[in-house]
């Protein structure tokens, strides 16, 4: 009863207008299951956000080789979740794969959805626990297992006060494949029976590269001309200040330096743009012509970040300076680049853990130490080559969740079938 009262008023944040979209307010009724049925079965996958989105594409793409006969159906929570799959998938969406958003999590809501969209099997992406759509699920035997799932500390204090809740609706789990052990133990803790978890590693570690990675990043470093650049990727408030002041002493020593900023959520770019223009820097946005006056590039839309990685010296990724828990350090890992980040990696701890082992990312705590790490992969190329050589012969040892992903899925729709 309070989530169908409060709907209205999520609805409406949810769907808010952004900088390059309009909300995608004609589809405000999926939230409240009003859809037109399907009778296709789907294979269900749900991925909260763009972090989710990024992780899954491996996972989509793998189900739809194996199981070729089966549609695949994709839903997100938010908005910013729909556009980046939309980017990131829409080459290869077809009557095989579709969109759809989360509905509110109220009973009548999650019935009309689950009734409209009938799927075979439900894959959640991580860690979303919706306690009437897990206990909807179950009463429709359908299976609900959880891929790459991961608790971070955050959740762990969060899970204390909705102990009972979390409990009831992780009951409902068939299975849940984790990123570590210690994922599994705090899952096993929160009331997932454990002769149902098991340990499958990071799907983030199996993503393939977008198709055009490559001559994006060709594109964008012609563009930046010989500077020497650096990208500071999904930053968060409280983040840009320190990455400017940063970006700042770098530019004392290496007055053609240029940093390239890119915020997580792209509708916060006007407040962005007032801290640049504080600090006194010349920019530009992404798609805008440059100028070697100008210090900074700003990222005011998603799926680009991938290709501006891929076309820089040395990546910082965010989230990590102030306390987010970090975002994905796998990605400018995977196309071989010094990875840099600050101490706030709660939610990615197995991959740092990783980068950790094999002196493929540095970790740095504010903005002096921040640019005397990027300085020195400056002045020392040999040294970052070497760190970006590790990142990714860490990402290439960790491959094979996605296989094992695959195989465990195998088995619960042989079961279904059956």
């Not at 296709?40 to 996958?45: A, D, H, K, L, S």
């Not at 006007?270 to 600090?279: D, K, N, P, R, S």
Request: net charge negative.
């Amino acid at each position: 009863m309070f989530a169908w009262l409060l709907a209205p008023l999520l609805i409406w944040r949810l769907h808010r207008p952004g900088p390059d979209h309009d909300g995608l307010k004609h589809r405000r009724g999926e939230r409240l299951g009003k859809m037109t049925p399907s009778d296709n079965q789907p294979i269900w996958v749900h991925a909260a956000s763009v972090g989710e989105v990024n992780a899954a594409r491996g996972l989509i793409d793998g189900l739809r080789r194996r199981f070729p006969d089966y549609p695949v159906l994709l839903s997100t929570f938010t908005v910013s979740g729909a556009l980046h799959a939309e980017r990131v998938l829409g080459d290869k969406a077809d009557d095989q794969l579709s969109h759809r958003f989360l509905p509110v999590d109220s009973l009548s809501c999650v019935k009309r959805w689950l009734n409209a969209t009938a799927p075979r099997i439900g894959i959640i992406v991580e860690t979303e626990i919706w306690p009437e759509l897990f206990e909807q699920a179950a009463r429709r035997q359908l299976p609900l297992v959880m891929v790459n799932a991961r608790l971070s500390d955050k959740t762990m204090r969060q899970s204390r006060r909705f102990k009972r809740l979390y409990a009831r609706a992780l009951a409902h789990v068939d299975l849940a494949l984790c990123q570590s052990d210690m994922d599994a133990e705090r899952l096993k803790a929160l009331g997932v029976d454990s002769e149902q978890v098991e340990v499958s590693g990071n799907l983030k570690f199996d993503n393939p590269l977008p198709a055009d990675t490559l001559q994006s990043a060709r594109t964008l470093r012609q563009d930046w001309g010989l500077r020497p650049t650096w990208v500071a990727g999904s930053t968060r408030p409280g983040e840009e200040a320190i990455i400017l002041n940063t970006h700042a002493q770098l530019l004392a020593e290496r007055p053609d330096a240029l940093l390239v900023l890119a915020p997580r959520h792209p509708e916060r770019c006007e407040e962005v743009i007032e801290l640049i223009e504080a600090a006194g820097l010349r920019w530009r946005r992404i798609d805008q012509a440059g100028e070697e006056e100008q210090k900074v590039v700003l990222v005011d839309k998603l799926g680009v970040l991938t290709a501006c990685y891929a076309a820089s010296q040395v990546c910082f990724v965010g989230g990590s300076l102030a306390p987010f828990g970090g975002h994905n350090l796998l990605e400018p890992a995977a196309l071989g680049k010094p990875v840099l980040a600050g101490p706030f990696l709660d939610q990615q701890q197995a991959a740092a853990d990783a980068l950790s082992q094999s002196d493929a990312v540095a970790m740095v705590e504010d903005a002096e130490s921040l640019a005397e790490a990027i300085a020195e992969l400056w002045q020392h190329p040999e040294l970052a080559l070497a760190r970006g050589r590790a990142a990714l012969g860490v990402v290439e040892s960790g491959r094979g969740a996605l296989r094992l992903t695959l195989e465990r899925i195998g088995q619960r729709l042989s079961a279904e079938a059956g």
